[in-house]
C-alpha cells in the first residue's frame, strides 16, 4: 500500500523539524556541558506521563533560555525574589522576637500566637501555589509582600492579643505564598546553567533572620518591660514590639515597592505557553533578551513545530486545556492517588518518599519549636547566669543571625564534596543543637546557639535541593506537595505542644533538639544520594 503525496510531505517534514529540534538540543547540551554542567539522569527518573506536548514546547523555551544566558534580568530576579525567601524565615521569626514583651503585657498563653501564624502559612501555601497556576505568577509575586506589609502594620495597634493573633494569621497567609511562587517565577526564567542558584537563594533565607533581629534589637531592647512575675507592664512602657512590626511591615511594603515599581517582572514564558499563548510567551523570551543585551531567536514557528512533533506523542490530538478550570483540576491532580502511588511503586523509591516526608515534618515541628521560644529560652537563662536583660537577650539573637548568613554559602561547598555529599551535610546540619542541653553558662549557651544558627541555615540550603532531586519528575508535583503540607501541618501542632509543655522550664527547646537529631538519623538512612546527578 503506497502512501499519498500529502503523507509523505508531512512525514518528511516531521523527519527535517525532529532532525533540526534534535541538533538544536544536542548543541544546548553542549552549551550547557560547556559550563561544568553536569547531566545526569537516575533509572528511576521517568517521564512517561509528562504530557509530551507541553515537555516538547518547554524544551524549546529551556534552549531559548540558554541561549540568552544569565544576564541583567536574572540576576535582578535574584534579588526580588531573594524579598520572598527573607519574607518567609523573617515573619516567623518576628513572632518568637515579639512573644516575650507580648506575653508581659497582654498575660496571655504565647503558643496561641505561633499557632495563629501557621494556620495562616497553611493557607497562604494552599491559595497562593493553586492561585499562581489560574491568574498566573505575576500578580501572585506582586501581591504576596503587600498583603504582608498592610497586615503587619495593622498588627501594631492591636489592642489585645485576640487581635494580633487574628492579624499574624492575615499576614501569614502572604508570607505563605512566598517560596512557592517565587521559586517556581524565578526557575521559569534561569537558563539550566545556573539552576544551582536556587540553593544559593537561600542566602536570603539568612539575611531575614539577620534583618529581623537588627531591627528588632533597638526596638524591642529599648523600649520594653522587663520580665517579671507577677507580670506587671503597660502599654506606654512596652511600645518596643509595636515600633518593630510597624518597622517590619514598612520593610515589606518597601520590599513590595522595589518589585512593584522598579523591577519590570515578565508574565512566565511558561505559564503563557501552558495556557496556548504562545506568542506572548514567544514575545516575554526577546523582552528578557532585549533586557540582557542581546538578542533570541525564537519564534512562535518554533514552538508550532515542537507542538507538532508531541502530538506524534499522543495517542490523540487533543493538546492541553487551557481554561482557569483546568488549571484548578490540574493542580488537584497532584493528590491524585495514582500520582501518589508512583511514589512508592518501588520499595527502594518508597523508602525514600517515607523518610523525606518524615524529615520535612519532623522540621516543620522542630524548627518552629525553637525560633518561636528560644527569645524566651535565652532571657530565662540569661537570668539565671546574671545578664538576662532585655538588651542583653536581642544583642543575642543578633549574633546568632549574623553567623548564620554565611551558612547557605557553606552548604554549596559542602554538599560537592565526596565524604559528605547531600546525605552527609544534611545529617550533620540537622543533629546539631542536641549540645544546647549542656550549656552550664551563659558564654556556653550563646556558642551553641551559634553553631545551631549556622548549621540550620546549612540544612536548609540543603533540604531545598535535595528534596525536587529525590523525586521522579513526573510525580514532583506531588512529592513536593506532599512534604510541603506535612512540614506545614507538624507547623501547626508546634505550638500546640508547646500549650501543653511548661514554658519556663524551657521543654520546647529540647523537644526541638532531640527532633533535630533524629531528622539527622534519618538523612543518613536516605538511600540515594544525588551528588553529581541533575534533575530531569
Known amino acids: 500500500m503506497t502512501s499519498s503525496p500529502s503523507a509523505d510531505a508531512f512525514q518528511l517534514q516531521m523527519g527535517s523539524n525532529s532532525s533540526l529540534i534534535k541538533k538544536n538540543k544536542a548543541s544546548s547540551n553542549a552549551r550547557i556541558e560547556d559550563k561544568a554542567v553536569s547531566i545526569s539522569i537516575d533509572a528511576i527518573f521517568s517521564d512517561d506521563t509528562v504530557d509530551p506536548i507541553y515537555r516538547a514546547k518547554a524544551g524549546v523555551l529551556n534552549d531559548a533560555l540558554q541561549d540568552i544566558g544569565m544576564g541583567r534580568y536574572q540576576w535582578g530576579l535574584f534579588v526580588v525574589a531573594g524579598f520572598g525567601w527573607l519574607a518567609d524565615n523573617a ?30 502559612l497553611l493557607v497562604g501555601a494552599v491559595f497562593w501555589g493553586v492561585g499562581s497556576d489560574v491568574w498566573g505568577r505575576k500578580i501572585s509575586f506582586n501581591l504576596t509582600l503587600l498583603i504582608t506589609g498592610v497586615f503587619a502594620l495593622a498588627a501594631g495597634a492591636s489592642p489585645n492579643f485576640v487581635v494580633l493573633t487574628s492579624f499574624a494569621a492575615l499576614w501569614s497567609i502572604g508570607v505563605g505564598g512566598n517560596l512557592p511562587v517565587d521559586s517556581a517565577v524565578f526557575l521559569e526564567f534561569v537558563p539550566a546553567s545556573h539552576q544551582y542558584l536556587l540553593t544559593v537563594l537561600s542566602i536570603w533565607w539568612a539575611f531575614g533572620q539577620l534583618a529581623s533581629s537588627l531591627i528588632a534589637w ?14 506587671n507592664c503597660h502599654r506606654s512602657s512596652n511600645q518596643g514590639w509595636r515600633y518593630f512590626l510597624f518597622t517590619m511591615g514598612g520593610l515589606m511594603l518597601l520590599l513590595w515597592g522595589l518589585r512593584f515599581f522598579v523591577f519590570k517582572l515578565y508574565e512566565s514564558p511558561k505559564y503563557l505557553m501552558g495556557r496556548g499563548r504562545d506568542e506572548h510567551a514567544v514575545e516575554v523570551v526577546h523582552n528578557v533578551a532585549t533586557h540582557n543585551g542581546k538578542t533570541s531567536s525564537l519564534t512562535v514557528d518554533d514552538l508550532r513545530v515542537a507542538e507538532d ?17 483546568a488549571a484548578i483540576q490540574r493542580q488537584l491532580t497532584k493528590f491524585d492517588t495514582n500520582h501518589v502511588k508512583s511514589l512508592f511503586a518501588t520499595r527502594k523509591l518508597a523508602y525514600s518518599t517515607s523518610l523525606l516526608i518524615a524529615l520535612w515534618a519532623l522540621i516543620g515541628l522542630a524548627f518552629p519549636l525553637y525560633n518561636s521560644f528560644v527569645t524566651y529560652y535565652l532571657a530565662t537563662r540569661g537570668a539565671n547566669f546574671g545578664d538576662g536583660s532585655v538588651y542583653i537577650t536581642y544583642r543575642n539573637q543578633v549574633i546568632l543571625s ?15 564534596l565526596r565524604t559528605l555529599g547531600r546525605k552527609g551535610t544534611l545529617a550533620i546540619s540537622t543533629s546539631t543543637t542536641r549540645g544546647l542541653i549542656s550549656s552550664r553558662s551563659s558564654n556556653s549557651l550563646l556558642g551553641w546557639n551559634c553553631a545551631y544558627s549556622f548549621t540550620s541555615n546549612v540544612m536548609y540550603g540543603v533540604l531545598y535541593a535535595i528534596t525536587p532531586e529525590l523525586f521522579p519528575t513526573k510525580d514532583r508535583g506531588t512529592g513536593n506537595a506532599i512534604v510541603a503540607t506535612a512540614n506545614r501541618i507538624f507547623g501547626i501542632m508546634a505550638p500546640i505542644i508547646a500549650l501543653y509543655a511548661d514554658l519556663t522550664s524551657s521543654v520546647p527547646i529540647f523537644i526541638a533538639g532531640a527532633i533535630f537529631l533524629v531528622s539527622g538519623i534519618i538523612a543518613i538512612l536516605l538511600p540515594f544520594e544525588s551528588r553529581g546527578h541533575a534533575a530531569l
Open 91 to 120: 515573619w516567623p521569626i518576628v513572632t518568637g522576637l515579639i512573644l516575650s514583651p507580648v506575653m508581659n503585657e497582654f498575660e496571655f498563653q504565647g503558643p496561641f500566637l505561633k499557632l495563629g501564624q501557621n494556620i495562616g
Open 218 to 231: 533597638p526596638l524591642i531592647g529599648n523600649f520594653s518591660c522587663e520580665v517579671t512575675t507577677p507580670p
Open 309 to 325: 512533533l508531541g502530538v506524534l506523542g499522543k495517542e490523540n490530538d487533543d493538546g492541553l486545556d487551557v481554561s482557569a478550570k
Open 402 to 416: 549574623v553567623i548564620g548568613v554565611p551558612g547557605a554559602l557553606f552548604a554549596g561547598y559542602l554538599v560537592e
